[in-house]
């Protein structure tokens, strides 16, 4: 029984719309499968910010011969009403039976449909499934009439077992499925084959790919917490954050950054917010005044100077974002009155759950 492998490659897919894509591609193309008469042992989805696979295990080879039979009009019926079933069967009139019914005789027909090899079925469901994809928002590209997300580049979909891998024959829009995908946009761009899922795992990573959205987080948090802790502080768990994050990275590298002196006189809500909202930061808190001190970045690549200009520019675009006026106040009125004037305006539920300190 071949196993099933799905990638669909695109420019970046929106981190919010990640997890949901990659449930609903499982879900559409398992049912479709199914509805064909297809079974399966096991099926995973994963997603990065370019690409959603889909892993199936234990696929059946083919469908199954099938016989329905279908009970028609009587006997004597008219010609029109005969016609019209002999259509919708699918066969000639001398193929009917007769058979006795509570009511007279009638016309059976016998419909023998011959299985369907795997790759048939599995290139039919999917060229479905992308064209009829549920995106939110979705656009189109090129000369072409597909509707995706980004523009989608390549379609990888290959069955394989124990003779081989083989690709399944399949062009939607002028995509031709194939074997072959690739790595992380900077470091890892160059395509390559693959000839089942544990190999395409494998040769993601070593392209700088981290497949599993849960082994991204992960990493980021752990390494996240690590630094802050070997300065003396703690990183505020923001479990939304971090699947974002997670979704907008390949290659998570974490850097731990500086926040100006001027900025410690923040609210910690408030800096908390603002850094999440508008810059994805994770805040850094000194654990004894409950105060942000430093902020986590994560960036999708790794840099020569261990993220030196990544910072520099984070910290730079962080300074523009909140304004130099916006630091400078005396009391709360006055701060909420100079964050408007820096495009920030609070939500009435953001007011509630303020509380006004004097920095000490």
Same mark, same amino acid.
């Given at each position: 029984?071949?196993?099933?492998?799905?990638?669909?490659?695109?420019?970046? =897919?929106?981190?919010?719309?990640?997890?949901? #894509?990659? *449930?609903?591609?499982?879900? +559409?193309?398992? %049912? /479709?499968? @199914?509805?064909?008469?297809?079974?399966?042992?096991?099926?995973?989805?994963?997603?990065?910010?370019?690409?959603?696979?889909?892993?199936?295990?234990?696929?059946?080879?083919?469908?199954?011969?099938?016989?329905?039979?279908?009970?028609?009009?009587?006997?004597?019926?008219?010609?029109?009403?005969?016609?019209?079933?002999?259509?919708?069967?699918?066969?000639?009139?001398?193929?009917?039976?007769?058979?006795?019914?509570?009511?007279?005789?009638?016309?059976?027909?016998?419909?023998?449909?011959?299985?369907?090899?795997?790759?048939?079925?599995?290139?039919?469901?999917?060229?479905?499934?992308?064209?009829?994809?549920?995106?939110?928002?979705?656009?189109?590209?090129?000369?072409?009439?597909?509707?995706?997300?980004?523009?989608?580049?390549? =379609?990888?979909?290959?069955?394989?077992?124990? #003779?081989? *891998?083989?690709?399944?024959? +399949?062009?939607? %829009? /002028?995509? @031709?499925?194939?074997?072959?995908?690739?790595?992380?946009?900077?470091?890892?761009?160059?395509?390559?084959?693959?000839?089942?899922?544990?190999?395409?795992?494998?040769?993601?990573?070593?392209?700088?790919?981290?497949?599993?959205?849960?082994?991204?987080?992960?990493?980021?948090?752990?390494?996240?917490?690590?630094?802050?802790?070997?300065?003396?502080?703690?990183?505020?768990?923001?479990?939304?954050?971090?699947?974002?994050?997670?979704?907008?990275?390949?290659?998570?590298?974490?850097?731990?950054?500086?926040?100006?002196?001027?900025?410690?006189?923040?609210?910690?809500?408030?800096?908390?917010?603002?850094?999440?909202?508008?810059?994805?930061?994770?805040?850094?808190?000194?654990?004894?005044?409950?105060?942000?001190?430093?902020?986590?970045?994560?960036?999708?690549?790794?840099?020569?100077?261990?993220?030196?200009?990544?910072?520099?520019?984070?910290?730079?675009?962080?300074?523009?974002?909140?304004?130099?006026?916006?630091?400078?106040?005396?009391?709360?009125?006055?701060?909420?009155?100079?964050?408007?004037?820096?495009?920030?305006?609070?939500?009435?539920?953001?007011?509630?759950?303020?509380?006004?300190?004097?920095?000490?």
């Amino acid at each position: 029984m071949p196993d099933l492998l799905i990638e669909l490659f695109s420019e970046e =897919i929106p981190a919010r719309m990640q997890a949901k #894509a990659a *449930a609903d591609l499982q879900k +559409l193309v398992t %049912d /479709g499968l @199914v509805d064909a008469g297809m079974t399966y042992a096991g099926a995973a989805a994963f997603h990065t910010p370019r690409r959603l696979t889909l892993s199936i295990n234990g696929l059946s080879g083919e469908s199954p011969d099938t016989r329905e039979e279908r009970k028609g009009p009587k006997v004597g019926a008219p010609d029109q009403a005969i016609d019209g079933f002999l259509r919708g069967a699918g066969v000639a009139r001398e193929d009917l039976d007769v058979r006795d019914d509570k009511k007279g005789q009638v016309y059976f027909a016998v419909i023998a449909k011959k299985g369907r090899k795997a790759d048939a079925i599995v290139a039919e469901v999917l060229d479905t499934t992308i064209r009829s994809f549920p995106w939110p928002k979705s656009m189109r590209w090129g000369a072409g009439s597909l509707r995706w997300v980004r523009p989608l580049h390549s =379609i990888l979909c290959i069955l394989s077992d124990e #003779a081989g *891998a083989q690709v399944v024959p +399949l062009d939607v %829009d /002028g995509i @031709v499925a194939g074997n072959t995908t690739r790595g992380h946009r900077f470091m890892g761009p160059d395509a390559f084959t693959v000839t089942g899922f544990d190999d395409y795992e494998a040769k993601l990573k070593r392209a700088n790919v981290i497949l599993r959205a849960d082994e991204r987080a992960e990493m980021i948090w752990h390494e996240a917490t690590n630094q802050a802790f070997a300065q003396g502080l703690e990183v505020v768990d923001d479990k939304s954050l971090l699947a974002e994050v997670a979704g907008l990275v390949e290659w998570p590298v974490v850097l731990l950054g500086e926040i100006g002196q001027d900025y410690l006189n923040l609210p910690p809500q408030v800096l908390q917010t603002s850094m999440k909202e508008h810059q994805k930061f994770f805040s850094v808190r000194n654990g004894k005044t409950g105060r942000i001190e430093k902020f986590v970045t994560v960036a999708n690549i790794e840099t020569a100077d261990q993220g030196a200009t990544i910072l520099a520019g984070n910290t730079t675009r962080g300074h523009r974002f909140m304004g130099p006026d916006a630091f400078s106040v005396t009391g709360f009125d006055d701060y909420e009155a100079k964050l408007k004037r820096a495009n920030v305006i609070l939500r009435a539920d953001e007011r509630a759950e303020m509380i006004w300190h004097e920095a000490t």
